[in-house]
């Protein structure tokens, strides 16, 4: 049992909220619903007092002796505003305090989840996705609202997601809280989850279902080594693999933390990007993001190898004044494998989830699976990816086919050729089973 605080705020969606009040209390929660004024006209008072069983107050002059605007923030384990209006994400994130919901808000030190619900011209207004950027930064879990049917005959995303949705989220919060290290270090940008899916006047939700709740960090596009200023050892991935991994996590509700290495590619809506270009750059970039996550996939492709020396200015065709024909030799050394690393810290912990991929041309030792599944037990993460490689397979394209090999077990999924998005989706299926 949970004290938890449902802040209603007013918009058309307050009537959903009834729902979700419905649903905390059969699981057997305490709810205090605060609503707005405002709130009050969209659902009145004694829907929310009766279905709460508490009183309700919109206001810090009631009940002043309980001093209530402190007390009511203070002992929840858990705030929920749903909806949220822009008018409310706005007064949140500048700690405005002229109300009893906002003074919660203020006064809370337990999770809290906001949930906004408007016209899409508010969501998409820059003053609002600041306002919501501010919230995430300062660790508030904000579920984005989905697409679909808006108040009017419109349609785009603004809508409330489904109060089972909702309810799903706040429990998984209430038992492992809001992944706190990712939101304190990557501010994630709160853009709406893709709407290209909307269908009529049904909802897609921005939780396709699966991750809410949940950090996840994907690494992905291709390191550069450099030699000099204007030469560098690079690879031909293009980094689409890894977007759409991190695409398809945020619509399945995750946090994502997307460690991107030189991939010229749209950032996916939800996500937001850590840029990096060397291998150790992108070590450090996972190392940092992996605390605390609950998942890392490492889709990016490190150079195992490295210039040992950088030139300072570029080297000059001629740079051996004794042999003008000379060739320079240009010695490396080894990067670190980022993904044993990982696996390596884990120790004996079940989490994060990590999955590793593979690039594989089968040859004279063996068939592609046969060293996907060398590479499996040498790496010793839970799931190993593995692309078939060649000059017409896999880099740059839009579609793909891989297998997916799990640590411990025999069975292999098979997933492809399909586009990038579906693939993901089967990878993201077989972290869910292991979650
Ligand atoms: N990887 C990594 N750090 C590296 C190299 C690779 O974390 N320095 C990760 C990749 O992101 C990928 C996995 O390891 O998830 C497999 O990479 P691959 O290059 O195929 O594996 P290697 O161990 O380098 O094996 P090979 O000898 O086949 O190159």
Known sequence: MARIVLGVAGGIAAYKACSLLRLFTEAGHEVTVVPTESALRFVGAPTWEALS???????????????PHVR??????????????????????????GDLLTNVLLTARCPVVVAPAMHTEMWDHPATQANVSTLMERGVHVIPPVSGRLTG?????????EPADLYAVCERILAHGIPVPAHDKYPARATPVDDADVDGGGAVSAAEGGLEGRTVVVSAGGTREPLDPVRFLGNRSSGKQGYALAAVAARRGAHVVLVSANAELATPPGVSVV??????????????AAEGADVVVMAAAVADFRPAHYAGTKIKKSHDPTDPDAAPVVELVRNPDVLAGLVERRGDEASPVIVGFAAETGDDEGSVLDHARAKLARKGCDLLVVNEVGTDKTFGRDDNTIHILRQGSSHVVDAGPAPKDEVAAAVWDAVQQIL
């Open 72 to 97: 009511i923030g203070q002992s929840a384990d858990l705030v929920v505003v749903a909806p949220a209006t822009a008018d409310l994400v706005a007064k949140a994130a500048h700690g405005l305090a």
């Open 153 to 161: 005959a419109d349609t785009g995303p603004g809508r409330l997601p």
């Open 53 to 67: 069983g508490r009183p309700v107050s919109t206001g810090v002059w009631d009940s002043v002796h309980e001093v």
């Open 275 to 288: 840029p990096v270009s060397t291998a150790l750059e992108l070590q450090a970039a996972v190392e940092e």
